[in-house]
C-alpha cells in the first residue's frame, strides 16, 4: 500500500514539496535549491519515507528535465500532471483562487492522492532516446535561431541593398553569406564584373545552378536603395556583424545533423521510422525523439493523436456540439509529425488522395495536413509497437480504415 504522496511544485531555483499520508494529512513541507546538493538532499528526504523508492509517489506538472531525471533514477514511482489539470483542480483547494508554490505543491500531493488512478507514472527513456532527444531539440533550437538571424539580415539588406538580398536563393547559405562579408554595400560591389564574380563563385564552391551572368543580372536589376554613402557604410558592418552570428550557427547545425543521422541508424526504432514514405533521417529522428521507447506510454492510436495535437477536441453539451482546434499537445511532436504528413503526400499516392478529398471537403491545407497526419498516426503507431518497418502491401487495412 502507497504511504507517501509527494506534491512538487517545480522552480527554475527552488522546488517547493510536500507529503502527505494516505488520509491526506500533511507529513513534511520542505524546500530545496535547484543544485546539485539540493537535488541530492530532495532524493536523500524522500528515500526515508519508505523502505521502498518506488512506494514514494511524486507529482509533478512537467515530465522531463534534470529534476525528473533524477526523481526516475532514484527509483521513486514520478506520475507527470498536466498543469492544465491542476489548473482545473485548483478551486477544490481555494475559493478565492490564490495561487502560491507551497499550496501547490500540497495541491499536487493530494490529487496524487485522491485521482492517482487517472495519471500514467513516468518511466525512464533509454539513454539512447534520451541522446538522440537532446541532439533533435538542440538542432531544433539552433535553426529557430539561424531563421531568426537570416530574417533579420534579409531585411536590413532589403533596406539600402536589396540585390544583395535576392541574389542567392537563401540568404543564409554559405555562398550567400560569404557574398555579403566580401561585398557588404553597394559600393564594395561597384566593380564586380562577370569575371570577378566567377572567380568568387569558385573560391567559395558554388554548386553552379546559375551561372555568374545570371547572378550578375540578377545583383543589377533589383530595385536600387535610396540610403545615403554613411547609411550604406553603416548598414554594411551591421550585415557583416550578423554574418559573423550566422555562420557558426549553420556549422553548428551540420555538425549535429551528422550526429543525429548516426544516432538514427544505431537505435533499435530508428529503421521503422525511417521507412516510411519521405520521412528523412531528420524528420524521422525529430517524431522518435518524441515518442520515445516506452511501448505503453500510448495505449491507443487515439491517444498519440491526442498527444500529436492532430486530433480536435470535441465539446457537447445538451443540443451545443463544437470541434475545435487542440491547443494542449506536444507541439514539437505535432510539428514533426505534421511535417512527415506534408512531404509524404509527394512520395505516397494514398496519403495525396487523403489530403486532396480533405481540400475537397473545404479544409485549409494546415487542417488537411493534421487530418493527414491522423490517418498515418494509426499505422505509425503499430509499427512502433510491433517493431516493424512500413510496408503499404502489409499496412494496405489499417490505410483503409484511415
Known sequence: MVRGFVGIDWASEEHAVCVVDERGKVRTRFAVAHTSAGLRDLVAR?????????QVHVAIERPSGLLVDTLVEAGFTVVPIHPNVVKAARPRYSAAGGKDDRADAYLLADLLRTDGHRFRALKGSSDQTRALRALVRTRDDLVAMRVSLANQLRSL????????????AEVDSPIALAFVESYPTPAKASRLGERRLASFLARNRYSGRRSPDELLGR????????????????????????????????????QITALIEHELEQHPDGPTIASF??????????????????????????????EAGVAPVTRASGKHRSVGFRHACNKRLRVAITCFADNSRHAS?????????????????????RILARAWIRILWRCWRDGTRYDPELHGGARRAA
Open 46 to 54: 524522500l528515500r526515508k519515507l519508505e523502505s521502498e523508492p518506488s
Open 277 to 306: 514514405p519521405r520521412a528523412g533521417r531528420i524528420n524521422a529522428a525529430q517524431i522518435l525523439a518524441e515518442l520515445g521507447d516506452e511501448r505503453e506510454r500510448f495505449t491507443s492510436a487515439e491517444h498519440l493523436a491526442a
Open 349 to 369: 499516392q494514398w496519403a495525396a488522395e487523403v489530403y486532396q478529398r480533405a481540400r475537397g471537403r473545404g479544409c485549409d491545407h494546415p487542417h488537411a495536413v
Open 219 to 254: 545583383l543589377r536589376e533589383a530595385a536600387p536603395g535610396q540610403a545615403g554613402p554613411i547609411e550604406n557604410e553603416t548598414k554594411g558592418v551591421l550585415a557583416q556583424a550578423l554574418v559573423k552570428a550566422i555562420r557558426p550557427i549553420v556549422e553548428q547545425i551540420a
Open 157 to 168: 539588406l532589403e533596406s539600402y541593398w536589396p540585390g544583395a538580398a535576392g541574389i542567392f
